[in-house]
């Protein structure tokens, strides 16, 4: 099958993958630019997973500011080097996370800083509510409702707020497709949301 040059562009634009990676994605879809981005999607998951490991020195801190001037975030988003570090796809990444920070208000980045107590907590209201339900599926139910709760509260499991630009797509799976375009292992370190009264 013979895939027009317009194709592999439209797919570069969608995916930020190279012209070659585009093309043999669209051949192996048979031309179903969908199923082609499915597939550098899953690829370049692969390949962040394989950098995840690589030291991240350098970096940004970004910053979001309500209208209202009521709510404000600060975040800090690590990459390997200060070219990446100043590129405008990491810094407008980081930028639409500290927006998405802001609305979501995510009590930490990743499932090992949410407080023990605040798991345990969740975990007896929901045996609770599911104690009649038979002994044998009451662990997966009571899990299913902790993992539905963690997916509210840990910004890496949230959709980011910003669902027609990011089609629902994950923080971690924006984080993941950013690391990929980059070359680069990105790490979210830490945030810090303000809001009045709080």
């Known amino acids: 099958m013979s895939i027009s040059a317009q194709d592999v ?3 570069r634009e969608r995916t930020g993958a190279g012209m070659m990676d585009c093309k043999k994605a669209l051949v192996e879809a048979d031309g179903d630019i969908e199923k082609a981005i499915e597939a550098l999607r899953i690829k370049g998951m692969a390949k962040a997973e394989k950098r995840g490991d690589r030291g991240t020195s350098e970096g940004t801190v970004q910053s979001y500011i309500h209208a209202n001037g009521k709510i404000g975030v600060l975040v800090e988003v690590d990459c390997e080097t200060d070219f990446v570090a100043r590129n405008d796809d990491f810094i407008g990444f980081a930028k639409d996370l500290a927006l998405h920070v ?16 605040d798991v345990e907590r969740e975990r007896r209201i ?10 044998a599926i009451r662990p ?10 963690l997916k509210d509260v840990v910004l890496l499991r949230q959709a980011h707020v910003n669902a027609d630009k990011y089609e629902g797509r994950s923080i971690e799976q924006i984080r993941a497709e950013v690391s990929q375009r980059t070359g680069e292992n990105v790490v979210i370190r830490r945030f810090s949301r303000f809001a009045v009264g709080d």
């Open 9 to 11: 562009k439209a797919l």
């Open 102 to 117: 802001a609305a979501a208000a995510p009590v930490s980045v990743d499932d090992d800083g949410v407080p023990a107590e």
């Open 126 to 135: 929901a045996e609770e509510q599911y104690a009649d339900k038979p002994e």
């Open 140 to 149: 997966r139910i009571v899990q299913g409702k902790i993992d539905s709760w």
